[in-house]
């Protein structure tokens, strides 16, 4: 309101003041003494108005040249109106980033240009006629005469220099991240609630994008922290280029960022800047002789629409993204209100999975591997579920993220290792023809250097031959230091007997020539390319070149996410050997996998080529088109 009312004046001021028809038969020299009288005291009321307010307002014409200051104006610039009037707004109105020193942007030419208001460029300092430096914060407007037409802009502002700490080295890396320079939590909190405040008083919107690194963590777990380091400076300065020197790029902890778009007038402007940060950071990263590649998840929330205070919208900016991240990588979500039911099922879920590790509330199914050349079972991958008492069945996409982060992976690791070797082993000592079973490992789990003991000693315990073991690793965890201790570890658990698999294979940027360095039996291709090589030549031709690849190296190449026919025919085609998806089956019950064993089968044989199949009579056929 208040501004609103500083515009009205600021129009009597450059000249556009709009006075009322007097009746016709008015004489024409009266009607323009009434009308001189009246722009003369709606002049000397606006002059007085605004030189009795507390903030400083400067009005420019279209060309940006200062037209008016105010007496608040005069002080906090240092110039006289005498001096200031006709000079261009950024002689008078000298504004820097307060980290930089680079001049920021001019808040007259954009309000005039964005035909809007607009706030000043964050931590906005002005440097006044005498040099010397002062914080400032407000913000821009366009002044339109009757009809509608930009005559030029008012600027209001005022000192925002609070305390006298608020300049000094301290203060600045309280707000601040050590490692990015960014502002921290603690700045983003006051700037957000800066940004209600004045989102509140012009009518417009906030958002906050809450973005969170998808594959950080195997990087900095297999690469080294110096790495991570040097990729989260990477995309803070890439996520700079997104946005507005008005906005706020956070670091809001670990691979965490928050931005805040301090104006917006609807969602799909946030949505817009969701986009460019999706292709920002997608381009590939080169940090010393490393490539590295990175998708990100991000949830959205809008003031006023998502809450009305600043731990609001960051909660459910947070929610939001944990919804996006459900949806796979590269995506985004704008908050709902039944999001907040996921919120407590969170909390609860890190509660009860201590207490589901104790009370073996946790168990396996099994999915089919199938020989794509004689369509007979040939393995099958091992996935952990949860039968939650409150909850329901769960899913690990659900609960192993929450596990990563609350350091449970290690015991729910050991459990589905111990539980698969003892499954088999069990199904095997009632004469069933048991196949090798594969088990996911996280990258954290490589990490520990007496995993290769471990899982000899689970060996011993439970008599399963190790050959009947096959470890899975994701490729993103650990194809980018083939130097690294995991890969050690891999090469103890060869020595074993263990089999080596690479998951999702090809999501990786360099991804092949790394390959040599692993001691690995089986490569699975990710199901990203499986999904549309009918349709996506592009797919079909790196599928194709992978299978060779993998095939050369002799490796068994196995196609995951396989869930049509025609998928299938193709794979077969190109010479794939094995195949695992919806289309053989969805993860079964250990009781019905059982059954897909057989009674009198024998023992499956192996070699360093990998599974070979067994003539067809001796094994079950589960191929869908027999
Ligand atoms: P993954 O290793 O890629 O496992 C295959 C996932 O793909 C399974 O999801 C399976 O249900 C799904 N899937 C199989 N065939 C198809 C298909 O044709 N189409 C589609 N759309 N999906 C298919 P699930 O069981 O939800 O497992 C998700 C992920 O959780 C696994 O992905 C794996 O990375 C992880 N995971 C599961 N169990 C464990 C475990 O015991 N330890 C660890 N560290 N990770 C596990
Ligand atoms: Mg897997």
């Known amino acids: 309101m208040e501004f609103e009312k500083h515009i009205t004046i600021a129009n009597s001021l450059t000249g556009d003041a709009h006075h009322s028809q007097n009746p016709i038969e008015q004489d024409a ?210 996520l ?36 460019k940060i999706f292709s920002a950071l997608a381009a590939p990263y080169r940090i010393d002789k490393h490539e590295l590649s990175i998708t990100t998840s991000i949830g959205i929330s809008l003031y006023p629409d998502h809450g009305s205070d600043a731990r609001s919208l960051l909660d459910n900016a947070d929610m939001a993204m944990y919804h996006a991240k459900e949806s796979g990588s590269n995506h985004f979500q704008l908050f709902r209100a039944d999001m907040n039911a996921l919120r407590e099922q969170r909390g609860q879920i890190e509660f009860q999975l201590h207490r589901a590790l104790k009370e073996n509330a946790l168990f396996l199914d099994f999915q089919p591997r199938v020989d794509i050349a004689t369509g007979y079972l040939c393995s099958a991958e091992a996935l952990v579920r949860w039968r939650n008492p409150a909850l329901g069945l769960m899913q690990p996409s659900v609960f192993l993220p929450v596990a990563e982060a609350r350091g449970l992976i290690g015991p729910i690791g050991h459990w589905v290792l111990h539980e698969a070797c003892r499954q088999l082993q069990k199904w095997r000592e009632q004469g069933a023809e048991i196949v090798p079973i594969a088990v996911n490992m996280s990258a954290m789990e490589l990490r520990d250097k007496s995993l290769p003991a471990r899982i000899a000693g689970i060996l011993s315990e439970t008599g399963l031959a190790a050959q009947f073991l096959e470890l899975e690793v994701n490729e993103l965890s650990l194809m980018y230091h083939p130097n690294d201790a995991s ?127 067994e003539p067809p009579n001796k094994y079950q056929r589960i191929r869908p088109d027999s």
């Open 240 to 275: 700079s280029d997104c946005v507005r020197d008005t906005d706020t790029i956070c670091r809001h902890g670990g691979d965490e960022f928050v931005v805040l778009l301090s104006e917006i007038e609807q969602p799909q402007d946030a949505a817009r800047i969701a986009q």
């Open 29 to 238: 020299d009266t009607r323009l003494r009434h009308a001189e009288a009246a722009l003369q005291d709606a002049t000397e009321w606006a002059q007085a108005t605004l030189n009795s307010i507390g903030d400083a307002v400067i009005t420019t014409d279209l060309a940006c040249r200062v037209t008016y200051l105010n007496r608040v104006a005069e002080k906090l610039t240092g110039w006289v109106s005498l001096d200031a009037i006709g000079k261009p707004l950024p002689q008078v109105l000298t504004l820097v980033d307060g980290h930089t020193f680079l001049t920021a942007t001019n808040p007259a030419q954009r309000a005039m240009e964005e035909n809007r208001t607009v706030g000043l460029a964050m931590d906005c300092v002005l440097i006044r006629k005498d040099g010397s430096q002062l914080k400032v914060e407000d913000s821009a407007a366009p002044i339109c005469n009757a009809e509608g037409c930009i005559k030029g802009a008012v600027i209001v502002f005022h000192d925002a220099c609070h305390s006298p700490t608020q300049s000094s080295k301290l203060a600045y890396q309280a707000q601040h991240d050590a490692l990015t320079g960014l502002p921290n939590r603690v700045l983003l909190a006051e700037r957000l609630s800066r940004a209600i405040g004045l989102a509140k008083r012009h009518q417009h919107k906030v958002a906050l994008i809450y973005l969170d690194l998808d594959a950080f963590k195997p990087i900095n777990d297999s690469l080294g922290h110096a790495i991570g380091d040097a990729l989260l400076k990477l995309v803070s300065d890439r």
């Open 487 to 613: 890969i050690a570890t891999l090469i103890e658990l060869k020595q074993l007997g263990i089999r080596i698999a690479i998951d999702d294979f090809g999501a990786g940027s360099d991804s092949l020539k790394r390959l040599k360095c692993i001691p690995n039996d089986t490569l699975i291709i990710a199901p990203c390319f499986i999904h549309d090589m009918l349709e996506n030549l592009e797919n079909a031709s790196f599928t194709k070149a992978l299978i060779n690849f993998g095939q050369n190296l002799t490796m068994r190449v196995i196609a995951k996410g396989v869930e049509t026919q025609a998928q299938l025919d193709h794979l077969k085609l190109q010479g794939c050997d094995g195949a695992q998806g919806f289309l053989f089956g969805k993860p079964l019950s250990a009781t019905d996998f059982r059954a897909l064993l057989g009674p009198e089968r024998p023992q499956w044989p192996l070699n360093n080529q990998g599974l070979q199949s």
